[in-house]
C-alpha cells in the first residue's frame, strides 16, 4: 500500500465501488473473524482487535483463494496505517488486518467481505498490510530499509518506533492469520512465482496484457508489477510457510500448551 500516492486505476474502483460502501457501526458491532481467530488460536497477543476500515465491498459471490502480502511503505507505523483506513476522507482503499512490528494485530473488514488492496485481487484474496518497508523503493532518494532484512537482535528500522525483535514477532502473527484462513478457505499453502505482464503504449500509459492468475500466498507486486514491489524480494516466503505449516501440523513435541488447545480444534476441522 502507498497512501502518499493517488493510483488513478483505484480510483476507478473506487468510483463503482462507492455505493456498496456500508457504514462503519454496521462494522464495529460484526467483530469480523477476530472471535474465532482468538479463540481457536489462543495466541497471547498484546493486542487484538477489530476496528471496521471505511472502504468494503461485497466479494459478488467470489471464493477466497489468495492471501496478498503488502507492507505499509509511506505510512511506515501501525497505528497510523489503521487511522488512514477509517478516515473519511479515504475513498482509495483498506486491508483486511494490520500488523505491528511487535505482532499486534487489528482486523479491519470481515473476510466474507471484500477490502480494497490490490485492485483485480481483491474480491478472491484476503489483504494484509505488514508494518514496515520494502527494498527497492520506487523512490531512488528514498533512504527507507527493508524490513525483512533484520534479524533478531537487529538495529530496529528508524521510521518505525514500535518497539520488536526485528521481523520475528509480525511474521509469527501473519502466520497465525495464514493458518486459520488456509483452513477455513482452503487457500493453498504455497507462494507462487510469476507476475502480471503490462507495458506502456506510445502515450507511457500502462496497458495490462495479463492479469496475475494464481491462488495462495502472493506478493502485492505480483498483481500490480508496474506500480507495487511490496513486500519486496527480501520477504520470507519459505519461512512464513514452514511456520504456516508448524502451526496447522505440529510435531507433537513441539505442540506448546497454550496452542494444544486451539490446535486441537484446527486438526479435527480439517480431518
Ligand atoms: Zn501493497
Redesign the pocket.
Known sequence: ??ITRFWPAIAAATAMALAATPNLSAFESSGGDLPDLANTLNKPWQEFQFKGAKNASSRNGAGVNSI?I??T?GSGVYENTINWFRNSSNNSNSAHFVIARDGRVTQMVDSSRRSW??TYYNRRSIGI?MSGFSFGHSDPNDDKPDTWRYEVGEIPDPHDPTPGDGYRSNLDTLAQIVAFYVDKYNVPLVHPTGEAQWHRNSEGDVVIDSEYNQSGLVA??QI?PWS?R??GPEFPWDELISRTNAILVPEPATASLFLGAGLLFLRRRRA
Open positions: 500500500m502507498r496478498v503488502h507492507t511503505e488492496h490490490a498490510e502485492h507486486g500490480q507495487r511490496d513486500p
